[in-house]
């Protein structure tokens, strides 16, 4: 299995998340967390050729 380092992010991004995560809790009722992970460039294309795929 893989191991994916939590991202380093800046303040602005952490708020982003942060008022992300309050609206989807707004909307959904749930208590909703976001995980910030990276992803090294192999992993990226893989996803991206993935979400084509699924197409």
């Known amino acids: 299995m893989k191991q994916y380092p939590t991202a380093s992010?800046?303040?602005?991004?952490?708020?982003?998340i942060q008022d992300l995560e309050h609206a989807l809790s707004q909307s959904t009722g749930?208590?909703?967390?976001?995980?910030a992970y990276t992803q090294?460039?192999?992993?990226?294309?893989d996803a991206v050729q993935s979400s084509y795929d699924a197409e």
């Open 9 to 16: 992010l800046n303040i602005d991004a952490v708020h982003q």
């Open 40 to 45: 090294d460039s192999d992993d990226r294309s």
């Open 30 to 35: 749930d208590n909703i967390i976001l995980i």
